[in-house]
Structure formats: structure tokens, C-alpha cells
């Protein structure tokens, strides 16, 4: 990328970035510029040939440099800017490695008079407690983030440059604006640090040090962790960005003034509120933001088959079902097989929060201490329901009719995704709901208790709407009935029947009332028959594959994937058929076939609805065209599948066009490429499973959602013979 790199002191961290620039071959020869008192590092650098070439004076440092780094601590760049002027060139990318970028910029500025076009501020997450060139590491910045904060006079193409950088050393590349950096590490990092450096000295002066040491427990040790930093770089951290740390000192000594009162008044109540609020805040940050934090990139390399015997995780319908309806029944409900996805976590946290003791899960046990249908209660906050449609439009249904109101979001895709669906019939019943103006999360729901059954015609085929209505219709008086335009799935009637509450199913008209309870049961949860897909398709289109995939769930509202599978030519059979806990369950080998195009019949479309990602993915591989009509709700579900799948396959070099509520795919060659999965976690999977027939690497993009519905799905896959590797950043 560059013939020569200089860096601009070469301590831990501009030593790791020439470390990282040689070992990823992005210059050719690596220069340093440092002071009389650097001298023996400078030294020492180049020794370890983590640089070529020193040198104490600027002109000769950064002479036909094409990329310039500043890695000194950030109080000294003031200085280095003055002395690099003279010498500054418009055609050289220039760059920081600075924690701050408010003062970078007013250096900059006040050197410039404006702001160069050729600095791109950056700022690498990363670092060790270690300092000085002996410390640097080639892989520091691998799956780190880096934040850029560009300026309005920034030139865009010297953006891009810095960004293939960073990306090159192996870090994410984020942008901010420079205040808004400044806010954020201020709060994140700044603070965190003064705590730490603070508590440490306040503790190590009192004369009882040596006991308080001596005793010093784990929680002492984590929480002061980074009182080992660097303090002369702290120190320089601190005063540069002074102007957003002050006013955060403040609020934490009034904080920590109200927690004093609190002791003094013996206030038991507000001081576990305080603790509680703060322990369900960092969870549910934690929740949130792992997502955003570490992203996972799968790479596959082309071919390989699959071939063993597995059992894929638990149903994510089922999971979610057994703890609604285990939590509403009175007893003790004991689960197997539950499926320890983020999903079905997001129900289990989401009735822990509303008051019941839910115990596990532990390798797929779950025990639901019931608390009966009148037994919730007000959940103390909103309740996080990440990525999972199916969490939030049941419970919203099961929250219509409580004695309290409690308010459900969801991430960016659950935030976008259709609500009034269910909050349009759940109003006919009386319910009140607030939502956004464009009907989406987040939901604010007024608990009601005089909700009225009513008679719904669904005009979409939707197990959830249909579900969330039957669940509303548990607090409803008199019936409430649906009725679907094409059988979904029933897993919500079976579970009803098998905590022995009375539900009528007549043709496609499903009614249900308020009479009775529900009676805790046990529940075998069986292997997810959409989990299953990815290997019906893997397995059908790579060579010499041959798998059994076991107890895997063949509910006849699920099994579309089998019947599509196999009017295409798909060789699968169905072993040991069985019944578990009210649903069938058989064991499915599959092995390699030739598969042919098809016209998707459209009644198979709502057995296979959450299928079609794989089964685009079976007719890139097959001989012909295939067609699917009359999906139109693949556009909303956790991405516009069809065109998320149209556009990955389209990279791969496959003929996908999209239409309007399906897709046109002519069966062909799948090359290799990077494709974006937007979250959706079956785009991932079965891009994934692309690659067994691919011509070279695919590397799929987003991934992490994958643990939505399919932890160890990599780990899993590589054991039945699929190339894949798992990075994250
Ligand atoms: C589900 C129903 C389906 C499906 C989803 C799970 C359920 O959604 O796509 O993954 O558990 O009820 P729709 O009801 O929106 O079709």
C-alpha cells in the first residue's frame, strides 16, 4: 500500500502498527522519527526490525514518506505538528494514534490555520498495560476497532486510504465525529480510568496498606486492572480532554454522595434499587451492544462435504412457547432440549424480569417454577428483547391482558420490523398499545383487564399474530377465535393441549378461552427443523455427503423444506418416526443428489417460510430455473431476505433476480466473494453452506447474529466437513 511508512514514535503502540504494516505487507520500508531521549528506543526498535531506518531530525524521518503516523502520547502533538510543517506534503496520507481528538484537531488547526485534508484522525481501541517498543505486538489491532473522525475538510479518498489501513492491520473501522468521540471515551474510558488510578493511591496511602493488599480479592483486582496503565500518558489523556471529563467527575462525587446519605439513613430499599438498576443496566448494555462490539466475519473456503451424524440445536418456536406457557402454568415445568440461543434467551429473561424464578439453562435444562395466569408481575423496566420477532409479538399479546404496563424494544432490525399486525387486532380487543408512528417497537403496552374476545380473519399466514392473538385470548372474556388463509405453524395449540387448557382447532379456525389453567408439564423440546436446513441443502448439494441428522422435529406445519428438497430431487428420508411430547420427530438422513429448478408451489410457501435463504442457495446448485411466488413476507422478517439473498448471490456471480414477492434463480456456477448477511442470522448460515459448492472463498460478513437461533453452528459444521473459520472484530 506504501513504499515507506514513518511513525512517529515508536512505543507500544506505533511499534505494533509498524509491526502489523511489515507482517501484513502494507509498506515496503518503515521509518521512525524520535527525540535525543528516545534515542536507545529508537535503538532497540531497530534491532527487533520493527523499523529500518531512524532518525533524530524530521526532514530526514518523514523524507519520501507516503504515510506519516503519530503515535506520541497525545500532549506532545502540538509539538510534532510545528516541527513536521515545513515538511508536510499534500500527497501523503497523515494520521494520529491519539485517545483524544478535540486537541489533535485544534493543533492541527492552530499550526494549518485549517484543518489538512490529508489528516485523517484515528483512533485504535486497543493497547496493553505494557509500554515501550519491547511491548509492541503484530497483532494488537487484530478484531479491534478504530475509530476515524474525519473532519468537513477531510478529503474523502485520504479517508478511504486510512481506512484500508487500519482494516489491513486486521482492526473494524468506525467513524464519530470528533466531539462525540471525545464524549463517549471521556465516559468509557477517561472516567474509568481516574476511578481506578484514584481508589488505587487512596488505598495504598492509608498505613494499613499492606493488610488491605495482602487481602486484596478478586474484585479489587478487576476493578483496578487498568490503574497499571501508562500514567504519564493518562496524565497527558486527562488534561486534553478535561473539558468532557470535569463534568463527569461531578456527577459521579453526587452520585457517590446520594449512595453516602443512603448509608447514613440506613435507606435499605434505595440502595438495592440503586444496585438492582445498575446490575439489570450493565446486563442489558451487555446484551445490546455485544452485537455491535464484536463482529464476526465467517470465511469458507470452496468445497469439502458433510458427512456424520448430528443433532442440531432445540426448536427456537418451541423453546420460546415452553417458557410463556410453562411461566403462566401453576407447577413445576421441567424443559430439555431448550435451545441456548439469544432468542429464547430473550423470553427467559424477559418472565424473569416479569417475577417468575426460572432456573437454567443448563446443556439444555430449563426448570419454570409457574406462577399461574394471574401471577406476573410489572416488569421493573423495559424488557430487551434483542433480535427475536417471536418474543415480542407473543408477549405483547400475553401483556395486553395483565394489571400492569411494561414497555418491550428490540434491536435495530426488531425495532424495524411490522407491529401493527398484532397491535391492530389486539386494539379490536380492547388493547392499548403504543407504538411508533410507523407502528414498530417500541411497544408501550397498558395492561387491560376487560379485553374482549373477537372473531379474526388473518389477511397473512402468520404464526406469531396467530399465537399472540390465542395468548391474548387467555385474559379475553368470551371467545377468541382465528383463522389463518394458509396453516402455519401449531405449536402454540399443541403446548396449550399439553398443559391441559382446552383449544378448539376446526378447519383452519383455531378458538380459545378464558376457563381453567394451565397444568405444569414436561416438554422434550425436539432439534430445530429450520436449524436442520442448512444441512438438508449442505448435504444435498456437496458430493459424496451423507448425514443423519437426529431427533429433529417434522411438525407437518415445518416440514415445506422436505417437500420443496425433495420435488427438486433431494435424496432425504425420514428414519425412526416418532411422537415427543405431542410433536413428531424423526431422524432425517440426507445425501448429495442432483438437484433440479422448480416453480415453488405456493402452498408449501408458509411450511417453509423461514427456509427460503437455504433454499436459494439449493437452486444456485440446481440444473434450471427455480421461481418462488407469493413470499412476499420474506421482506420483513429479520432482513428483506429476498433481497439480502438476491444481492449475495449476485455478488457470487449467481443469475438471482428479485421480484416483487419472491425470486427468480438460474441454477449455475457459485464463485466466491464477500457478502454482507445484515445481521439476518440464516442469510449468514446459508451463505456458509454455499461455500461447499463455491468455486472459491466466500467470506460472510455480520455474522454474530448466528446465535440467535444456532450457537456453534462454525464449530459444529467444521466437524461435518465444512471448511469454515470464525473471526471477530
Ligand atoms: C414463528 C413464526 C414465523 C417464523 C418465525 C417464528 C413462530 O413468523 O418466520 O421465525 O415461532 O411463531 P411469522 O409468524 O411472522 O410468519
Not at 233 to 256: G, R, T
Request: net charge negative; hydrophobic share 40%; glycine share 10%.
Amino acid at each position: 500500500m506504501f513504499n515507506k511508512l514513518c511513525i512517529i514514535g515508536v512505543g507500544l503502540i506505533g511499534g505494533s502498527i509498524a509491526r502489523a504494516a511489515r507482517q501484513n505487507n502494507l509498506c515496503t520500508t518503515i521509518s521512525a522519527y524520535g527525540r535525543e531521549e528516545d534515542l536507545s528506543n529508537l535503538q532497540r526498535a531497530q534491532e527487533l526490525k520493527v523499523i529500518d531506518s531512524y532518525s533524530l531530525e524530521m526532514a530526514e524521518a518523514v523524507a519520501n514518506a507516503d504515510c506519516v503516523i503519530i503515535a506520541t502520547p497525545v500532549g506532545a502533538m502540538a509539538g510534532i505538528f510545528k516541527q513536521l510543517a515545513p515538511f508536510w506534503s499534500e500527497k501523503v496520507l497523515y494520521m494520529d494514534a491519539g485517545s483524544t481528538k478535540g486537541n489533535v484537531v485544534t493543533a492541527l488547526t492552530e499550526v494549518f490555520t485549517a484543518m489538512p485534508p490529508n489528516f485523517v484522525p484515528a483512533h485504535p481501541i486497543a493497547g496493553a498495560e505494557n509500554s515501550g517498543v519491547d511491548a509492541a505486538l503484530t497483532d494488537l489491532f487484530q478484531r479491534k476497532r478504530v475509530i476515524l473522525t474525519p473532519c468537513v475538510q477531510t478529503d474523502k479518498g485520504f479517508v478511504q486510504q486510512a481506512a484500508r489501513f487500519w482494516q489491513g492491520l486486521g482492526s473494524t473501522v468506525s467513524y464519530m465525529l470528533v466531539e462525540q468521540h471525545d464524549t463517549v471515551l471521556a465516559a468509557t474510558s477517561h472516567l474509568p480510568h481516574i476511578i481506578a488510578f484514584v481508589l488505587v493511591d487512596l488505598l495504598g496511602k492509608k498505613d494499613e496498606q499492606d493488610e488491605i493488599f495482602k487481602y486484596a480479592a478478586g474484585g479489587f483486582k478487576d476493578f483496578t486492572r487498568i490503574a497499571s496503565s501508562d500514567p504519564t500518558m493518562w496524565q497527558d489523556i486527562c488534561l486534553a480532554n478535561k473539558q468532557q471529563i470535569i463534568p463527569l467527575i461531578e456527577q459521579l462525587c453526587s452520585e457517590l454522595n446520594s449512595v453516602k446519605k443512603m448509608l447514613q439513613h440506613n435507606q435499605t430499599q434505595a440502595l438495592c434499587d440503586t444496585f438492582t438498576y445498575a446490575r439489570n443496566a450493565r446486563q442489558r448494555f451487555l446484551d445490546q451492544h455485544n452485537n455491535m462490539t464484536q463482529s464476526i466475519t465467517f470465511t469458507v473456503q470452496a468445497g469439502g462435504h458433510l458427512q456424520g451424524q448430528v443433532r442440531v440445536p432445540g426448536d427456537k418456536s418451541i423453546s420460546h412457547r415452553s417458557i410463556m406457557l410453562g411461566s403462566l402454568a401453576e407447577g413445576v415445568t421441567h424443559v430439555s432440549g431448550f435451545l441456548e440461543g439469544d432468542d429464547a434467551l430473550a423470553t427467559l429473561r424477559a418472565f424473569q424480569a416479569m417475577g417468575v424464578k426460572i432456573e437454567g439453562p443448563e446443556k439444555g435444562q430449563v426448570t419454570i417454577h409457574g406462577v399461574g395466569l394471574d401471577g406476573l408481575q410489572a416488569p421493573k423496566e423495559p424488557i430487551y428483547l434483542g433480535n427475536s420477532g417471536t418474543s415480542m409479538r407473543l408477549i405483547c399479546g400475553l401483556l395486553a391482558g395483565q394489571k400492569f404496563d411494561a414497555i418491550l424494544t428490540g434491536d435495530k432490525s426488531l425495532s424495524g420490523r411490522p407491529m401493527r399486525r398484532v397491535t391492530d387486532p389486539l386494539a379490536k380487543m380492547g388493547a392499548v398499545i403504543e407504538s411508533t408512528e410507523n407502528g414498530t417497537a417500541p411497544l408501550t403496552i397498558r395492561g387491560q383487564s376487560n379485553l374482549q374476545g373477537i372473531h379474526y380473519d388473518m389477511p397473512i399466514a402468520s404464526a406469531q399474530v396467530k399465537s399472540c392473538l390465542l395468548l391474548a385470548g387467555l385474559y379475553a372474556q368470551g371467545e377468541t377465535s382465528v383463522t389463518e388463509p394458509a396453516p402455519t405453524r401449531d405449536h402454540t395449540e399443541r403446548m396449550l393441549s399439553g398443559f391441559a387448557y382446552p383449544v378448539k382447532k376446526e378447519g383452519n379456525q383455531v378458538t380459545i378461552s378464558r376457563q381453567g389453567k394451565l397444568n405444569a408439564t414436561d416438554i422434550d423440546v425436539p432439534s430445530d427443523i429450520s436449524s436442520a436446513a442448512f444441512f438438508l441443502v449442505g448435504a444435498s448439494i456437496a458430493e459424496n455427503s451423507d448425514l443423519t441428522l437426529q431427533h429433529v422435529g417434522i411438525n407437518p406445519t415445518r416440514t415445506g423444506v422436505i417437500n420443496i428438497l425433495q420435488l427438486m430431487g433431494a435424496n432425504i428420508e425420514l428414519l425412526n418416526q416418532r411422537a415427543v411430547g405431542g410433536e413428531p420427530v424423526a431422524d432425517i438422513r440426507v445425501r448429495s443428489a442432483a438437484l433440479k429448478g422448480i416453480a415453488i408451489p405456493e402452498e408449501f410457501v408458509a411450511l417453509a417460510i423461514d427456509e427460503f435463504p437455504v433454499l436459494f442457495v439449493a437452486a444456485a446448485c440446481a440444473e434450471g430455473t427455480t421461481i418462488l411466488t407469493g413470499a412476499k413476507e420474506l421482506r420483513v422478517k429479520e432482513s428483506d431476505r429476498i433481497q439480502v439473498m438476491a444481492d449475495g448471490l449476485q455478488i457470487l456471480g449467481v443469475d438471482a433476480q428479485p421480484t416483487e414477492d419472491g425470486m427468480v434463480i438460474k441454477g449455475g456456477t457459485i464463485g466466491g466473494g464477500s457478502v454482507i448477511s445484515h445481521g439476518d442470522h440464516r442469510i449468514a448460515m446459508s451463505f456458509a453452506m454455499a461455500g461447499l459448492r463455491a468455486t472459491s472463498t466466500i467470506e460472510i460478513q455480520d455474522c454474530e447474529n448466528v446465535n440467535t437461533s444456532f450457537p456453534g453452528f462454525a464449530v459444529l459444521t467444521k466437524k461435518l466437513g465444512l471448511n469454515i473459520s470464525t473471526q471477530e472484530g
